[in-house]
């Protein structure tokens, strides 16, 4: 009954015509921002708060977060279309989106991710308004052990999925670990590896090593093959955008797993974004019966990480709405804005103020389905870019990364940054070493290390304490699961048998 | 011509910065001719971009050129005073400034590029905040003292999760200790939300937290508060002693934030800005957001204001020394 | 060996390099110890990781080049330079001076120098691109986003 009571005042503050409006808005922006390569939703939001000081605090809300998961939809259409993630998600959406853009399939993927999308960001919702409370008690149960072997769980993932050569991989998730030690060490204070840049105490900024991995390395890679993959995409029917049956069934199952699994983890304060794709990504590869079709272009390959991550976004508000714990950067600058309009988020929320919270989540509803309606048609539109020649498209997406990345700190070093990681994408890729392990290694590393160091700390020293928790146990099995899946002697052979070796490398 | 004209400006503004007294007067009546930005050193949505744009607003209808605010965040608020303590003096870039950044850092970092006390001059310490010495409510600790006991009996085993090394939540807690005779253990996160998390999980032991974030889990009953770190009770928290009263005679900590200007600024600007802050912290919109947020007003005069610096740097220098902290 | 042989080693020693060069970065913070890791800690076991898959990197590209394989890696492994320089050079020149003159003038010399390095370059095209992107820029960037750099000069 309470629940009705709830969904009914939620609707009525939704459905107003300013909070339409503003979700418009937001939703709008966030598309807008996250298709645009560079500007993330973290710096979108940013950057849009200051606006928000004026507005009644129940809309503000609603507008942020619209910006926050309409990015989400925005962000696959750069990395399927020209291979520009802006983050560790989209890159995941890269490993398979990118070949079926190149197969003249765009249209499709775009297609099935806003459907994934939409379906994802469904079923965290349904969660968030039957069970928030019950889950974030939950999620309260998490401490350094745990967190740390979820974590662990996620290196496991990102070392097994990749293709080709085992050492080349496996040496580039040692490189993106060590690149993410790179900043403040959290438990001292310690400066490390900053070569007396002020500007790295907080470590690289992941929009500038994703953007230069992948699209400055992408950009130097494409110059001068101007006429050849890229122009014969850009003409494409529009019917092609959607799926058979087949293609359907093919998608079915990878979107729910990947919900869950999203929902699950972005329930979680604290692992970060990025590991509900990754793990989403890595499962499918695991259950899928014919592997080798994994970075060649699998619309599973896009559903079930696309699915997760939109799922994770919508259930990243469970802990912040029931307990005031926001669970990553961007949820954190919303709770700023709450706090900032006098509503200090906290256990109390639901009761204090459910006009706020239920208008939240109703306009969530609002929101996911103006996406829909807004990114379905929106796709020919962006498919049609592919039709400008190369050369006059990439220096616009050069100007575009570098004021993107510029915008997040308001600084330039981070251009440099983009600039080195660029040429060392570009390297890498030309001796046929993967990048997406360095950036998942990247954003694994420090969680990894921060959790195993406070796990140390709390038990005095106990290391025991990994398998002695319950939680941790659990994952353990999971990551040891995970690593035998690939030695047994069977499945070995089939993921061994011939995979050439194309995920980063198109041509 | 065009040129001509910048150069001659840029050479005035040169003048400024070395602080000619002749072009200072000059100066001070024509001051502000241009906008005004203040520099955040956080990103925007926290406590002080928000004290930063209300204080802006208020100082910019009073001086009739806008006030912008500009985020710089990055390493715990240094690149932004950084950025600002090598900008021109001429007081048309300021920064607000906080604990961490403008006393903290210069006591814990030997490579810190600006020295807080050298390279600013403040134009005034507007707010000063408390914190609360927090414990989940299961704990079976009730007060200061039976913490001040514990601790004692049991050295390096009482937790406090800070948002991290160097924050003033870390250094009262260390201050703490250095005051108490025992030994902490200091167990620092990425942000206080995290911090927060386990607390109510029952990992950690206690937290020296902001009033106004754990005042929402003490009221629902999550936490207790068992002591303020101010020289007075607080009024988001009635019936909390300070710890001093409660047991550890001296004790005092608390965060503050100011508005700073690069060092070599007319003092004639900084008399301005100051005239400016005092006036708007008497404005009922600043007034009400410092009772929603638990902030003290301070409003200290320029001189004041060095001199307290000298002070916080002293004091946490010796805090830093005494723990082994310094980097 | 032929020369060619020899240089398919480098990116395997230059794995091998980088995690030596990280080692001996690491060694220089607090180690610590298993039990209470320091801030040195993971990072040298990770360079030490780093190092032990570059060999392994290494040892692959030896019995690769044993095995003399059908493949010719040699015309994968072509370097653009040209690219790679333009691509350093315009976003290099971009950076530096982005926060000088102004974001306009900085599209324009980013644009115009990844002209230059075009082949059968289509200045006037070219011309409208930096038209266009300059005023999404400014719209989107400046007065949309309030980023604190101007259109034109100096911020």
Redesign the interface.
């Known amino acids: 009954m309470e629940l009705l009571e709830g969904i009914q005042t939620g609707l009525l503050t939704a459905l107003s015509w300013h909070a339409l409006l503003y979700c418009f808005i937001g939703v709008s922006v966030g598309t807008f921002v996250g298709v645009l390569p560079g500007i993330g939703a973290l710096a979108a939001i940013s950057l849009a708060l200051p606006l928000t000081y004026y507005l009644d605090p129940t809309d503000a809300l609603i507008m942020l977060a619209g910006i926050f998961y309409g990015a989400q939809y925005g962000g696959s259409t750069a990395s399927i279309l020209l291979n520009l993630p802006g983050t560790a998600t989209a890159a995941i959406t890269c490993l398979d989106g990118y070949p079926l853009a190149q197969q003249g399939k765009a249209p499709l993927a775009i297609f099935v991710t806003a459907i994934n999308s939409f379906v994802g960001s469904s079923i965290a919702i349904l969660l968030v308004m039957g069970f928030a409370p019950v889950i974030a008690e939950f999620a309260l149960e998490f401490g350094a052990e745990d967190y740390f072997a979820v974590i662990l769980l996620g290196l496991v993932a990102a070392s097994t999925l990749t293709i080709g050569s085992p050492f080349k991989a496996l040496s580039m998730v040692a490189l993106g670990l060590l690149l993410g030690m790179v900043g403040t060490d959290v438990n001292t204070g310690q400066f490390r590896f900053t070569f007396g840049f002020f500007e790295l105490a907080d470590g690289f900024s992941i929009v500038a090593v994703a953007m230069g991995l992948f699209g400055v390395s992408e950009i130097i890679a494409n110059i001068g093959q101007s006429q050849s993959v890229i122009q014969k995409v850009g003409h494409i029917r529009f019917r092609d955008m959607l799926p058979t049956r087949a293609e359907w069934r093919q998608i079915i199952w990878p979107t729910l797993r990947g919900s869950g699994i999203g929902s699950f983890v972005g329930a979680l304060p604290g692992t970060g974004p990025g590991i509900a794709s990754l793990m989403a990504y890595a499962t499918e590869l695991r259950l899928s019966k014919t592997p080798e079709r994994f970075g060649n272009g699998a619309l599973e390959g896009i559903s079930a990480p696309e699915a997760a991550n939109n799922a994770s976004v919508q259930s990243a508000f469970i802990p912040m709405l029931s307990l005031g714990i926001p669970g990553d950067a961007i949820v954190a600058v919303l709770m700023g804005a709450m706090i900032l309009h006098g509503i200090t988020p906290g256990p109390n929320l639901i009761n204090q103020e459910p006009q706020m919270f239920w208008g939240l989540i109703m306009s969530f509803w609002v929101g996911n389905l103006m996406l829909l309606i807004l990114n379905i048609p929106l796709i020919g539109m962006w498919v049609k870019l592919l039709s400008i020649p190369y050369h006059l498209l990439y220096p616009g997406i050069l100007v575009f990364i570098c004021i993107g990345v510029y915008s997040a700190d308001n600084n330039v070093f981070d251009i440099f940054v983009v600039l080195g990681f660029g040429v060392l994408g570009y390297i890498m890729r030309r001796t046929g070493f993967p990048a997406t392990p360095v950036l998942l290694g990247f954003i694994l590393g420090p969680l990894l290390e921060e959790n195993f160091r406070r796990a140390m700390l709390l038990s005095k020293g106990d290391a025991t304490v990994f398998f002695t928790s319950p939680i941790s146990a659990v994952f353990m099995v999971l990551s040891l699961i995970f690593i035998s899946s690939v030695f047994v002697p069977g499945l070995r052979d089939r993921l061994a048998r011939k995979r050439p070796e194309v995920v980063e490398d198109p041509e | 011509m065009h040129r001509r004209v910048l150069l001659a400006t840029a050479a005035a503004m040169l003048a400024l910065a070395t602080g000619f007294s002749g072009s200072a007067a000059l100066a001070a009546d024509t001051y502000p001719e241009k906008p005004v ?1 203040i520099v955040v050193p956080f ?5 002080t ?2 004290l930063a ?1 209300k204080l802006g607003e208020s100082i910019g209808e009073q001086l009739g050129q806008p006030v ?9 608020g ?2 932004g005073a ?1 950025y600002v303590a090598s900008s021109d003096a001429d007081g048309y870039t300021l920064l607000m400034g906080v604990t961490g950044s403008n006393a903290i850092s210069a006591a ?1 970092r030997d ?1 810190l ?1 600006y020295n807080p006390v050298t390279d600013f001059d403040p134009v005034s310490i507007v707010i000063s905040s408390p914190l609360a010495l927090v414990v989940n409510a299961d704990s079976d600790f009730k007060s200061v003292q039976d913490v001040l006991t514990y601790a004692t009996e049991n050295p390096d085993t009482f ?1 406090h999760g800070t948002p ?3 924050t003033s939540m870390h250094m009262a807690g260390e201050l703490f200790g250095l005051k108490s005779g025992t030994k902490l ?1 200091h ?5 206080s ?2 911090a ?3 607390l ?2 029952g ?2 032991d206690a937290m020296f937290g902001d009033i ?2 754990t ?3 003490i ?2 009953g ?1 936490l207790t508060a068992l002591g303020v770190t101010g020289t007075q009770e607080h009024f988001l928290l009635e019936d909390v002693p300070t710890i001093a009263e409660a047991g550890l005679p001296d004790y005092a900590a608390f965060s503050w934030q100011g508005v700073f200007a690069p060092a070599g600024t007319p003092p004639e600007n900084l008399a301005k800005l100051y005239d400016a802050i005092s006036t708007a912290l008497g404005s009922d919109d600043l007034q009400s957001l410092f009772r ?1 947020r638990g902030f003290l007003v301070e409003g200290m005069t320029p001189a004041d204001s060095k001199a307290f610096i000298a002070s916080e740097v002293e004091k946490w220098t010796a805090v830093v020394d005494a723990a082994g ?1 310094k ?1 | 060996m032929t020369r060619s042989d020899l240089f398919s080693f480098t990116p395997g020693a230059v794995v091998v390099a980088t995690g030596a060069a990280a080692a001996v970065g690491a060694t220089s913070y607090p180690l610590g110890s298993l039990v209470r890791p320091g801030p040195g800690f993971f990072p040298l076991i990770l360079a030490i990781a780093l190092m032990v898959m570059g060999v392994g990197v290494l040892v692959e590209t030896y019995v690769k080049t044993r095995a003399t394989t059908t493949e010719t890696p040699a015309t994968d492994t072509r370097f653009a330079w040209g690219a790679l320089g333009c691509t350093f050079v315009s976003l290099l020149v971009f950076a530096l001076s982005v926060e000088r003159i102004g974001f306009v003038p900085a599209t324009m010399i980013l644009i115009a120098i990844c002209g230059l390095v075009e082949r059968g370059r289509d200045w006037q095209k070219l011309v409208l691109v930096a038209i266009c992107i300059s005023v999404l820029g400014s719209v989107v960037f400046i007065w949309g986003l309030g980023l604190p750099i101007s259109a034109f000069g100096g911020s």
Do not use: C, F, M, W
């Open positions: 930005t990103p925007p949505g926290g406590s971009d928000l744009r912008v605010v500009e985020n710089r965040g990055g390493a715990g240094t690149v950084n814990l490579d590029p937790t991290g090394v160097g253990v167990v620092p996160y990425k942000g939300a995290a927060l998390q386990d109510l999980g990992r950690i106004l974030v005042s929402e889990y009221n629902s999550r929603e902290l980097k």
